[in-house]
Every structure is written in C-alpha cells, then in structure tokens.
C-alpha cells in the first residue's frame, strides 16, 4: 500500500515539474518576443536628427512669435 502512494506521488510530482518546465519556457519565449516588439517599437518613434532639428527650429519660433 506503502509503495503505491509513493509511485502516486511520484507520478504527481513528475507531472508538475514537467508542467512547470513547460510554463517556463512560454513565458521565456513570450518575454523574447516581447522584447522584440519593444525595440521595434523604440525604433520607430525614434526622431532623426533632422525631424529633431525641424521641431526645435519650429519651438524657437513660436517661441519668439510671442
């Protein structure tokens, strides 16, 4: 009798570490993707230096048409 709850609880035991191996690795591959999706992002909204230099040049004049 002794045995066989140890075997059960073996079996439980396996299970869940491969399930827990499993999440793992969705949320390893999940977390990759996301990075990917963020310097994608970061790429574009990134201004070049001369859109920059537009947007400062239009500041200055709202700036001194006041």
Do not use: P
């Amino acid at each position: 009798m002794k045995g066989e709850r140890m075997n059960f609880y073996e079996i439980m035991a396996t299970v869940l570490s491969i399930f827990s191996i499993f999440v793992y690795f969705t949320l390893f591959i999940t977390t990759i993707q996301l990075k990917k999706e963020l310097k994608q992002l970061k790429q574009s909204t990134r201004l070049t230096e001369e859109e920059l230099e537009k947007i400062n040049e239009r500041l200055e004049k709202l700036k001194t048409s006041k």
